[in-house]
């Protein structure tokens, strides 16, 4: 073992570490029942938290935004435990423990029965450091197997975690969180070039804003007579092979490229290259993912056929696109797809609610504004440009994202330390 290290039940940890219950450093407590007639006030003394408000806009470290409020006078009548600030919290009950949400309390405030709150000894543990160390951790191993999913509190107690000396966690959850805020920073970027693009794409597509050098009139056509397209066929799973041709489905598609490696849908070259060989996607086609999607997701799959994409079969819910030669540039036909233009008309022809489920009847009805082809080229070139961007930085992000991740193994394991031993203590 390397000098300076000691096996403990969490493994190999500093020798200055310790390995301890969770029940050592802090106490499981569970939340309150909050009957519906007190639900609904957006102000008051004290945020009362349901799981569901996890999800609010705001809420992806600190809980800050609340869509219940009760009073002090309300808090005592219910009994409601009032969970300390800087407290960390997480479902508790059912499937949502699986989510694996872990989020820090901003101010004193209760929680539902659905929730549980880690209310830590600050004497002993830092709030940022643990949040990040069961962020790590799932929770969702802890599990009673029971018909409903639950955690138990003593469970929960008994979790033995690695515990370094609080200067030295305070170091850690330092060193993460400038790793966050680079990441908040990246995300925010990305958040704004995306919107920019899409105002880019809703002037150029339509003519509001011409480039330099382009004048004269634009026609609006509709999509049957600038391109043709045709829907994948319904292949039965009787139909499916162990190997063959791939067959293409909407999961495949993912802003601007197919992903057919891992597919487990096959279709035999007998089969493909004779009664669905009309099928065979080539290269240069676009496709496009017709079911199963939300109307906000449309312009996330839509995609190119590449060389090394083939061969590949189309499959229900999808449609490929060929422009017609001298009228409809493929480049521009792409930035349309995934414009919200397109998915205003066709969320408007569409059927189904919460998910999307259109097909070539819809399409043909779609309308877009067809300047001549120099023109499309130019608009698609400065849309692709601002693609590439776009793409750019989020593999920044992913990077920094991979490299937080890292930083977490090297760090809460103690195997990197960033205070020298003997220099722990707070």
């Known amino acids: 073992m390397k000098p300076g290290y000691k096996q403990s039940e969490v493994g190999t940890i500093p020798s200055d570490w310790d390995a301890m219950p969770a029940g050592t450093i802090g106490k499981f407590r569970g939340g309150n029942g909050f009957p519906l007639r007190f639900q609904g006030l957006s102000s008051g003394d004290h945020p009362f938290f349901k799981v569901s408000d996890m999800n609010n806009e705001g809420n992806e470290t ?94 929960l107690g008994e979790m033995i975690l690695p515990v370094p000396p609080l200067a030295e966690q305070r170091a850690i959850a330092a060193a993460l969180n ?5 990441l908040s920073g990246l995300d925010w970027l990305v958040a704004k070039k995306r919107d920019l693009k899409q105002a880019a794409m809703q002037q150029l597509l339509t003519g509001k804003i011409r480039l330099p050098g382009f004048s004269g009139d634009w026609e609006v056509k509709l999509f049957a007579e600038v391109c043709w397209f ?14 063959g041709i791939k067959l293409l489905n909407g999961t495949n598609i993912f802003r601007g490229t197919l992903n057919l490696d891992n597919t487990s849908r096959f279709i035999s070259e007998k089969e493909a290259y004779g009664p669905y060989a009309h099928f065979l996607a080539d290269e ?21 056929v590449r060389m090394q994409d083939l ?9 490929r696109f060929k422009p017609l030669a001298g009228v409809l540039a493929a480049n521009y036909l792409f ?92």
């Open 335 to 426: 930035q349309f797809l995934t414009s919200a233009n397109f998915k205003r008309m066709i969320g408007g022809a569409a059927t189904g609610s919460a998910q999307l489920n259109f097909g070539p009847s819809h399409v043909a009805r779609v309308e877009l504004s067809v300047p001549p082809l120099r023109e499309q080229n130019a608009i698609a070139e400065v849309l692709t440009d601002m693609d590439a961007e776009l793409a750019a930085l989020e593999q920044r992000v992913a990077k920094n994202r991979a490299l937080k991740q890292a930083m977490m193994q090297e760090l809460l394991t103690g195997k990197t330390r960033l205070v020298p031993t003997g220099a722990t203590h707070a």
């Open 62 to 155: 600190l809980m800050i935004s609340a869509n219940n409020w009760i009073s002090e006078q309300t808090r005592k009548t219910l009994g409601a435990y009032l969970v300390p600030k800087d407290s960390i919290v997480f479902a508790k009950v059912g499937a949502a423990i699986f989510l694996e949400r872990k989020k820090i309390i901003a101010r004193p405030s209760c929680i539902d029965n659905n929730m549980a709150a880690f209310v830590l000894d600050h004497d002993l543990a830092d709030t940022n450091f643990f949040h990040s160390l069961l962020l790590s951790r799932k929770l969702g191993a802890l599990v009673a197997t029971t018909a409903l999913p639950a955690l138990n509190s003593k469970l």
């Open 178 to 182: 400038d790793v966050d805020l680079l």
């Open 230 to 243: 045709q829907e994948g066929p319904g292949v039965r799973n009787t139909q499916f092979t162990a190997s």
């Open 311 to 319: 061969p590949f079969c189309m499959n229900t819910s999808t449609i």
């Open 284 to 304: 240069g086609d676009i496709v496009l993912a017709s079911s199963g999607i939300t109307i906000e997701r449309l312009h996330e799959k839509v995609a190119f």
